[in-house]
């Protein structure tokens, strides 16, 4: 049997006794009365179009994931955004944990497959909620106002079967696949985060974006809103 209390608890990052964590949590639920899985989906549609997806954002501390400055910032890749909704989940009660996997996006900007200088997400971030005795996935990463411009539908969830991502876009193009999965964490794993990083983009690559965000170099400062599809 999994040790499910583990899972409830605050971690560093995934800071779920946070006042603002709570806060937040509360603005979404508020006193009615609700079930876990029916919770999880207001909880996930919230934190899926609260956060704007932003890849362009800081990576290699530990508070560039931590969940009350997820939501103080409203952006954020899918690794705090799934942080994020981690954190809200145990917050409401839920038992939460979140995982990572690799995946190669068919469907990517110009400007962001420069930046990576490949198609392939490593360690991108995924929740698992504890919901009718087993564990669901859940990716809140894309907002619908994105998803729209990407021409996918939004990525829904019922609180009951696995929500990772459409495998085609809506005009039958192939749009995210899984490539391999790393397993599932209390918190966010920053420093096995930057060396997978490193593995996949190169130590070069990964110290430029470091030296660029730690200098608010413009590289970095895009809006991915209005980059070209490919």
């Not at 170099?217 to 991915?224: A, L, N, P, T």
Request: aromatic share 14%; hydrophobic share 40%; proline share 5%.
């Amino acid at each position: 049997m999994e040790n499910l209390e583990e899972y409830l608890k605050p971690g560093s990052i995934i800071d779920s006794d946070s006042r603002t964590v709570i806060e937040y949590m509360m603005s979404i639920l508020g006193r009615e009365k609700l079930s876990p899985s029916e919770k999880a989906v207001k909880l996930y549609l919230r934190v899926r179009d609260d956060i704007k997806y932003d890849p362009y954002m800081p990576f290699f501390k530990p508070e560039h994931y931590r969940s009350s400055n997820v939501i103080k910032l409203e952006r954020g890749f899918c690794i705090p955004k799934a942080g994020l909704l981690c954190a809200v989940a145990r917050a409401a009660g839920i038992p939460a944990r979140i995982g990572f996997a690799t995946v190669r996006n068919h469907l990517i900007t110009k400007q962001l497959l420069e930046f990576l200088g490949c198609d392939i997400f490593s360690f991108h971030g995924y929740t698992e909620l504890w919901l009718n005795e087993k564990w669901v996935k859940a990716t809140p990463a894309f907002n619908a106002e994105l998803c729209a411009l990407h021409k996918v539908p939004p990525l829904d969830f019922d609180g009951i079967k696995d929500s990772i991502f459409h495998e085609f876009n809506s005009a039958n193009a192939r749009f995210m696949e899984y490539v391999a999965y790393h397993g599932e964490f209390h918190d966010v794993p920053v420093d096995l985060i930057v060396r997978s990083w490193e593995e996949v983009y190169g130590k070069e690559r990964i110290a430029s974006w470091k030296e660029a965000f730690t200098n608010r170099d413009k590289y970095v400062q895009r809006d991915f809103m209005k980059e070209d599809i490919i």
